[in-house]
């Protein structure tokens, strides 16, 4: 059975930095794009970032372009999310997905059909 788990988040102070971890299995990461996307209260889910089974093909959007790397490590089947230089809008629950059709990785919800059950990360004093 497919699954994600998502670990790494936590409080941390504006200007600080936090790394995700997406730990998957029962699958191949290889042959999977995978996305991360972030939920803050009263919002709906959006894409943060995403990694093709490509690694060097990556998306980010424009609000943690500069700050935020994704990454990904086959043999350890995990997919990272380094976030730096935090700031309080990036206040959320974190979540990775995965889908193993996609050619490119994707900053849509609709495009993934696996999900981790998220983590929560707050930037704040």
């Known amino acids: 059975q497919l699954q994600l788990v998502e670990s790494g988040g936590g409080l941390v102070q504006p200007g600080g930095s936090l790394r995700l971890s997406c730990l998957t299995s029962?699958?191949?990461?290889?042959?999977?794009?995978m996305g991360w996307f972030r939920q803050a209260p009263g919002k709906e889910r959006e894409g943060v970032s995403c990694?093709?089974?490509?690694?060097?093909?990556?998306w980010y959007d424009d609000s943690v372009k500069g700050r935020f790397t994704i990454s990904r490590d086959n043999a350890k089947e995990t997919v990272y999310l380094e976030m730096n230089n935090q700031k309080p809008e990036d206040t959320g629950v974190y979540y990775c997905?995965?889908?193993?059709?996609?050619?490119?990785?994707?900053?849509?919800?609709?495009?993934?059909?696996?999900w981790g059950q998220g983590t929560q990360v707050t930037v704040s004093t």
């Open positions: 029962g699958l191949t990461l290889d042959y999977y794009a």
């Open positions: 997905a995965a889908d193993g059709r996609l050619d490119h990785c994707s900053r849509y919800t609709f495009a993934y059909d696996h």
């Open positions: 990694i093709s089974s490509n690694p060097n093909h990556t």
